[in-house]
C-alpha cells in the first residue's frame, strides 16, 4: 500500500533528523531538513511540529 510507504518513508526520515539534531548541534535546523530529504526547512518544521508538538529548535535544546 503506497500510503503505508509513504508514512515508514516520513517516519524513518523524522528519526534519522531527530538523530542529526542531537549528534550534529553545528548543523541548522534547515541544513538537517535538507540532509533528511525534506522539500523545505518549512515543510520539515510544520511536520515537526505535529509530531513532536515543539519545534526542532526546541526538541534539539530539550534533547542535549
Known amino acids: 500500500d503506497i500510503f503505508f510507504f509513504n508514512m515508514m518513508q516520513l517516519r524513518m ?36 511540529k505535529e509530531r513532536e508538538d515543539c519545534s526542532p529548535a526546541r526538541w534539539r535544546k530539550k534533547h542535549l
Open 13 to 48: 526520515r523524522m528519526e534519522y533528523a531527530k538523530r542529526m539534531l542531537i549528534q550534529h548541534p553545528e548543523l541548522t535546523v534547515a541544513g538537517i531538513a535538507e540532509k533528511s530529504g525534506f522539500q523545505s526547512a518549512s515543510h520539515f518544521i510544520r511536520l515537526f
